[in-house]
């Protein structure tokens, strides 16, 4: 489990940080090629980055659909849990037990027609406008982020059916700080 964990935030971020420098790669090619240099205004309009906004909105959206599976795993998901907190103990558990099965059936659901979308799109020749990559790779984000999704659901469920715990992201903690250390005043951290 730890290397699909890893594997996960490996993915999101680079994706993150390759989408960050194609569109920072982008806007400096677009202003210095508005810049009256000889020379260097005639190659940088030569260079054509058209294509950088096209994949860009393909990393984002692959970017979401393993992010949506991270926040599933991390707890990070925002949820309408007011009633169900207030109930008592055995029918809380069954309502949650009840929400994450519904969770891992819709995108297992969606999964599957995601795949057979893909599938049908692999026997075109539909491409991408600017990049003109097969569109079909460019939807398998949706079948492969939703089974991952529908796989973070049932880890979840099954843990919480061992543990009767659910994963808590606390928004207040930075990764790399301790609360208990002091700094270098001495102050509590």
Known sequence: MKLLDHLEEWLIASLMAAA????????VHRYMSGLPIPGLQDWLIQLNTSWAQELTIYMFVWMAKFGAAYGVRTGIHVGVDVLINRMNAPWHRRF?????LAGALFTGIVGTLG???????SHTTSTSEVLE????MVYMAVPLGSYLMCFRFLQVTFAFIRTGELPKHDHAHVEGIDPNEE?????KV
């Open 20 to 27: 960050t420098i194609v569109v920072f790669v982008a806007v």
């Open 133 to 136: 990559i097969p569109m079909w």
């Open 115 to 121: 795949a057979t979308f893909v599938y049908e799109l």
């Open 183 to 187: 700094d270098i005043s001495g102050a």
């Open 96 to 100: 949650v037990i009840l929400g994450l």
